[in-house]
């Protein structure tokens, strides 16, 4: 019996000047194999199923177990980690393409500065008065700790973003990942002082109005963050304190 | 003069130490090879230790000290440890202050749980993803401060070396840029190395891929110490797997977890029979040398594999899904059980390097003037084995000493004009090795001489040791570093090449490894986590010392230098 082999289809591209191309490639199966554990094998014997020798491919991947986000790439046309992604549960040929919101690196690898850089400017972040010691933080009840803790899951992945209708490179739409991080900073007792700023930010272009509640977000986020119960709540949110600016008060 | 300080490293240790140079007036730039929200701290599951004593069971900073102190089997110098238990308490108030969504108590107090080598529960945790949740609060700091403009980030830049002027001071720093491949130097008044463990020397970890030691190694052929590099902890419960052995956290057997073999018919819980004081939590090495047994002395291993039983099935579904969730996902991810339904099964991987560059008690300085390290890069405050949840603690505070002992250097040193050629020289040399890995014609990948490297690494340095087989290894790592000589890049652009970063790395590894190996080797006794089955006592007559590794043309030169001991005295570790 021939041995079990695992088929791989690959959209690569040398650089952000050069165009796309397919690659594809044939390992040995094992049990257990995920994603990363294919590129690395194309690693050690970078060789197409035609026989023709290639550079290894370029990706994005520190963690290893979805909590670092660096992986998010498409695996059979959905966005998601590869890490997790088993090649057991996976239809093939497998095929791997980038997120396509993001501007290209090489290969798999984007550039997701902009997720950062939209944290900036909704202020994610809760003033502190500084790293001296000021005795304990404010009390917090249980039920509050697990509204906040799954909103401070995201791993700042992107796949939200990808499948946004949205966010693209012609809007400043900050997206359902930068949205739901106002919610949290907002339900914290300290974050709670500045939500103003916040939401201010989120009621200018760019922000909440833009989202056009396609929930395409929510079906994709790999940590199962309730983004369209962030969305909503923050919709509302902005509403009532730019109505309340507009009375003065 | 410009008034900025140099860190390496955006994990916990790296963003600590940049929130307290900014505080200081200074600026950062702050270096990473990720963005530093993805560093490896990212991983930290359990928890981390501070002696609050919320739960009325009298615990205090000086038991935590003893406990540490005790659990590193009194390798550690005690006036740093000390100072950290007792800095404990408050940084847990800080990070509470700065939004951690810490687990809470019905009264809206922070929770603790049990860790293991202590009686007390002192471990405040946020679910099962601890690390996640600290490194992004001190993320969140940064960036405000980087919108600021008192952090520049230089993220996706990997460190190369430091650029030390004729009287060896540390000028600055030599660094690429992994999409454009340009190699810079940069100037600092002082330079703060945050870049944490090492485990891609083993090949196989619980490590995340950016460990690598690359930097550590980088300093240390530049002449910078390396302190006790033989102790390497390998924890006692992860999933195997081929890419990586992901980590089962301690927390489960804090949260009452329980380890167990089959035998004749019935599980055996083995650590509670043999250790019936601290049962399930006694400290890694302990819980690794039992299952180690168990598996290959005695041949128990679940269905003749190298694996054990960690039991959470007798807990509520809904306390584990509040206190464990995040480890419960990534079991149910990678193997597809429910582990609140079946046993998981688990296997010891190597976790920890309790080893790194060689840091002063009092400022975290290396031994080159102007360079400074924090985290688990440095080899402080474990000694001879880290307690569990001691290190999100180590990694803080230690850039919270790291920070402010930059600035006060950058503040009193002696500044004189560095010549230009200073660094000109050093991006020349560093430009000269890329150059030669472009030139190089011979045949041999890096990737398979890693995974031998991991392989030798795994078999022979890490829970048992025995002199022939480190002779052996070492005459390996000699064999692997010759081929290494004759790497082939497959791919020989000039734009984000992994394949030439990675080769760069392995080089660095296979230095370090040696050290691993050859601290191993000298030292004939068996403490924490270094056991030696031929050696079976630790020796504090000997090896009451750390091992302080230099860098020759020949290979590491071992020196020792004495422990300070004067707070606790040494007795037998017996758990
Ligand atoms: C799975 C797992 C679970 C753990 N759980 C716990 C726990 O519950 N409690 C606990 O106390 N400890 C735990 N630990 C240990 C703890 O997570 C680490 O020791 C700690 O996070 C290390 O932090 P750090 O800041 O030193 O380094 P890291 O977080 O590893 O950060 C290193 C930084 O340096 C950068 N870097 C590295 N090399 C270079 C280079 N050459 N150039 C530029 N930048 C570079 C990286 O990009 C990164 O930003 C765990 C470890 C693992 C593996
Ligand atoms: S919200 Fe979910 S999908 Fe979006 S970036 Fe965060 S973790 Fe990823
Ligand atoms: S590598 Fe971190 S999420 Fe996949």
Redesign the interface.
Known sequence: MAEKTVQIRIKRQASPQEGPRWEEFEIPYRPGMNVIVALRDIAERPVTVEGKSTSIVSYDANCLEEICGACAMIINGRPRQACTALIDKLEQPITLEPLSKFPIVRDLQVNRQRLFEDLKKVKAWIPIDGTYDLGPGPRESPEVQQEAYPLSNCISCGNCLEVCPQYNDHTTFVGAAVISQVRLFNLHPTGRMNEGERLEALAAPGGIQDCSYAQNCVKICPKGIPLTESIAAMGRAVIKHTVKKALGK | MAKNIIIVGGGLAGLSAA??VV?KGYSVDLFSV??V????S??AQGGINAAKNLKGEGDSPAIHFDDTIYGGDFLANQGPVKRMCEAAP?II??L????V??????????DFRRFGGTLYHRTAF??A?TG??LL??LD??V??F??EGKVRKF?HWEFLSAVLDDAGVCRGICAMDL?SMEVRTFAAEAVIIATGGNGAIFGRSTN???CTGSAQSALYQQGAIYANGEFIQVHPTAIP????L?LMSESARGEGGRVWVPRDGKPWYFLEEWYPKYGNLVPRDVATRAIHKVVFEMGLGVEGQQAVYLDLTHIDAHELD?KLG?ILE?YE??VGDDPRKVPMRVFPAMHYTMGGLWVDDEHQATNIPGLFAAGECEYQYHGANRLGANSLVSCIFGG?VAGPSAVEYAKTAAKAEVPEQVFTAEKARQEAINQQFYSNEGSE?P??IW?ELGNTMTANCTVTRYNNRLQETDAKLQELGERYRRVNL??K?R?????FFFTRQLGNMLVLARVICLGALARNESRGAHYKPDFPERDDANFLKTTMAKHTASGPKLEYAAVDTSYIKPRPRKY
């Open positions: 929130i307290k505080e990720v963005p929200k993805r560093s490896h990212v991983c408050a108030d800080l509470d202050r700065m939004g969504q810490f687990n809470r108590t019905a009264e809206g107090l922070l946020a679910g993803t996640q949740q992004y609060a969140e700091q960036r405000r980087e919108a993220e999409q995340s891929i950016a797997g081929e890419d990586k992901r509040v995040g990534i991810k990678f919270f990948n990737f398979v995974k497959s791919d652009t734009w984000a090449n992994q394949a």
